[in-house]
């Protein structure tokens, strides 16, 4: 076979692959959304199933022979890249048996109900079982992939390739000792900032939440709302859903979820056309997709020109809800919490959120710390990291889906995509010298426009490091996230 027709044989044999993926994605967001409770039994053989196939699929011996068939010099550069991800996803999946495949997602998949119950009734004990049960699958499943290497390397590998464990201690650790710090001088300096009270109907939550995903970009021709316990954002290029969550007492919860999603899901929207049912049709990393959620919600929906725009809308709606004027909505909106949930921490807090976890999981993949002894272990680290104590399992150990899924490595992608969007905000700032004025009116297009032409359409075909590099100009660094952070956070507590 010559290398044209390889790269042909190969390239339709995995727009399968990806075909199937996207079913998957799919159920999956049916689990989260609208199926019955009911239907938990049933829907893990389907993903059982699913997985097995796709696993076939994905370790068929002829992708071996294609790919030694094909000589890259004779192709383009997209197709270079494709093959690139090809070879790297067979290399991966070739060493999990296809028994553990399936058995990791059968486990899973149940464990998601489990874990949904557990939340609800407060109970660690309820989902310590089938945790251990997840871990140990995926402690063989890391074990198959690291080939003796470095365990949390090879899930890592799974959400952020390239990124190895030192390097992101390294880099995790200097951020959190300055998150420290200015949450310290910040909780110190004596600055009162009102709390948000009253009530704020579920219908008109929902009203300006879809205004919200229209006015940052989102396409509604290829997607659609819905609700979930933990938002998310699930599907690709023409399919593309997201949910949020709505608590009649703290609009903010349900605002930012879906400003947050629909970052992901613009990213997913944006990728160009040619690379559907590719591997090239993907967000290059978790890291870098989660760059584009927090850019969204952050430096541009959290911005003081933004939130102007965003009060003068809840006013129209709402009426008098007690924030006197633009500037102190504006504090209020990223007034510090005292709280639990990582997915509502303010910007400074968020990311000591994360370093638990990373460091949590790390020791746990080791097996430096048993399941039995992980509510413990939260707790404590928590009250060291946030200065009181837990109050219940739904705001500690089980407030997160990730671990019932098995999806160890990925915690780690959420401080990465806030350092990527802090390279890339510095870099928007300065091409775009309009962008506080058009956010103060609402507008968004220059920066969208910017993201796509920088990062949306590129889809992986760069790996992630160098998708960041080509953005601004230099290897991504923390340093751009803190200084923005103790700019904004020092004005608004006086520090």
């Known amino acids: 076979m010559d290398s044209n027709a390889a790269y042909i044989a190969l390239s339709e044999h995995f727009r399968d692959v990806v075909a199937l993926g996207q079913i998957s994605g799919l159920l999956g967001w049916d689990q989260e959304t609208i199926m019955p409770s009911g239907s938990a039994a049933q829907r893990s053989e389907w993903m059982s ?42 290399e991966r999946q070739s060493r999990v048996p296809i028994a ?16 949904a119950k557990a939340r609800e009734d407060d109970d660690f004990s309820v989902f310590q079982d089938v945790l251990t049960q997840v871990l140990d699958l995926r402690r063989q499943e890391a074990a198959a992939l690291a080939g003796g290497g470095n365990l949390y390397d090879a899930l890592l590998e799974n959400y952020e390739p390239g990124m190895r464990e030192p390097e992101l201690a390294s880099m995790l650790g200097g951020l959190r000792e300055g998150l420290v710090d200015l949450r310290a001088k910040a909780a ?30 989102y396409d509604w021709r290829r997607g659609r709302l819905d609700f979930s316990v933990h938002p998310f954002s699930s599907g690709s290029f023409n399919d593309v859903r997201i949910t949020t969550r709505v608590s009649e007492h703290d609009p903010f919860n349900c605002f930012y979820s879906t400003i947050h999603e629909v970052g992901h899901a613009t990213y997913e929207q944006g990728i160009d056309q040619s690379m559907g049912l590719t591997m090239l049709g993907r967000g290059a990393s978790m890291g870098v997709h989660e760059s584009q959620s927090r850019i969204l919600e952050n430096q541009l929906g959290r ?49 000591l959120h994360v370093s638990l976890r990373f460091d949590l999981e790390r020791q746990l993949i080791t097996g430096d710390l048993e399941v039995a002894n992980l509510e413990e272990a939260w707790n404590e680290r928590f009250l060291s990291d946030f200065g009181y104590a837990v109050d219940k399992p739904s705001n500690g150990v089980l407030q997160d889906v990730h671990w019932s899924v098995g999806l160890f490595g990925y915690f780690p992608t959420y401080s990465l995509g806030n350092i990527y969007a802090g390279e890339l905000y510095e870099k928007l700032s ?53 200084a923005y952070l103790n700019t904004k956070f020092g004005e608004i507590y006086k520090l």
């Open 100 to 115: 553990l495949a399936a058995q990791i997602a059968r486990v899973t998949s149940q464990a998601q109900g489990t874990w």
């Open 188 to 217: 110190d300096s004596g600055t009162e900032i009102p709390i948000l009270n009253g009530h704020f109907s579920h219908e008109q939550q929902i009203m300006i939440a879809r205004e919200l995903a229209t006015t940052f970009g």
């Open 49 to 90: 199933v699913l997985e097995k196939l796709s696993h076939s699929q994905r370790t068929d011996p002829r992708i071996a022979d294609w790919l030694d068939a094909i000589d890259e010099d004779s192709l383009a550069p997209n197709e270079v890249s494709n093959v690139r991800l090809i070879g790297r996803q067979f």
């Open 430 to 482: 300065d091409d775009v010298p309009m962008l506080q004025e058009d956010l103060a009116k609402g507008d968004t297009k220059a920066a969208l426009a910017w993201l796509s032409e920088h990062i949306h359409r590129y889809g992986s075909l760069y790996e992630p490091s160098d998708t960041i590099k080509q953005a601004v100009g230099h290897p991504p660094t923390s340093a751009p996230l803190l």
């Open 303 to 351: 911005s003081r020109a933004f939130t102007g725009f965003l009060f003068r809308r809840m006013c129209d709606v709402f009426g008098d809800f007690g924030i006197k004027d633009a500037d102190t909505f504006y504090r209020v909106v990223n007034r510090m919490n005292r709280g639990y949930i990582r997915t509502e921490a303010d910007e400074v807090q968020y990311n």
